[in-house]
């Protein structure tokens, strides 16, 4: 089982959705990255959490220590949102990362 | 600025082959990262720095080797290059440790044949 969790894999939704991509992981972190991969490849880092709620944006992340849970929503989306989303973990004490598999974003017009 | 700044963007190796993806950043930051991206699969850390002269491992370490004498340069050398070794490269830094975000060069795309 992998120690990052994403789900849905593939997401597709009409413009103007609201969106929700989940994360869980099972290993003890320091901290909580959302990053964007945009069509052509390109990695975008969107927020970092260590708790709580942060909102940048059409874009809201939040993470559940307690529950080892973590959502990135997007609200009013935009067909420009279209991208894979990935979510990492720096593990507790110690400088490595590890990554979901990402979500496929597709919004269409 | 220019961020981070990889070459070469492609290339493509024979099996045996030895090569060295080159990663500058020009924002002066301490940390560095070397990821590898294999097709429909997560990103995995294969080399860290925390600043000059310090370097350390990730999660898949084997079959690459990293130096760090500057700020600035943080090169990842593949010796004796093998098929499994085809991926996308992406060099990354950030100001800090955990609770900075990283900034991501746009990759180099090996292939091992």
């Known amino acids: 089982k992998n120690e990052v969790e994403q789900s849905p894999q593939n997401l597709t939704a009409q413009e103007g959705e609201f969106i929700t991509i989940n994360c869980s992981y099972s290993v003890g972190i320091s901290a909580l990255h959302w990053l964007q991969q945009h069509p052509g490849g390109g990695i975008v880092s969107l927020f970092m959490l260590s708790s709580g709620k942060k909102k940048h944006g059409r874009l809201i992340a939040t993470i559940n220590i307690q529950e080892k849970h973590s959502s990135l929503h997007i609200t009013a989306s935009h067909p420009r949102d279209s991208a894979v989303y990935i979510c990492a973990v720096r593990l507790y004490n110690n400088n490595d990362m590890r990554f979901g598999a990402g979500t496929r974003l597709t919004v269409k017009p | 600025n220019a961020g981070v700044t990889q070459t070469p963007k492609f290339r493509i190796l024979k099996i045996g082959q030895s090569m060295t993806l080159q990663c500058t950043q020009d924002?002066?930051?301490?940390?560095m990262y070397w990821y590898r991206q294999d097709p429909g699969m997560g990103l995995k850390l294969i080399y860290y720095?925390?600043?000059?002269?310090?370097?350390d491992k990730g999660e898949v370490p084997n079959g690459y080797n990293v130096s760090r004498s500057t700020t600035e340069d943080f090169p990842l050398r593949l010796e004796l290059a093998a098929p499994s070794q085809t991926s996308v490269y992406f060099c990354?830094?950030?100001?800090?440790?955990?609770?900075?975000?990283?900034?991501f060069g746009p990759g180099t795309r090996l292939t091992v044949t």
């Open positions: 990354a830094s950030s100001v800090q440790g955990s609770y900075y975000e990283q900034y």
């Open positions: 924002m002066n930051h301490n940390y």
């Open positions: 720095s925390v600043g000059a002269g310090i370097t």
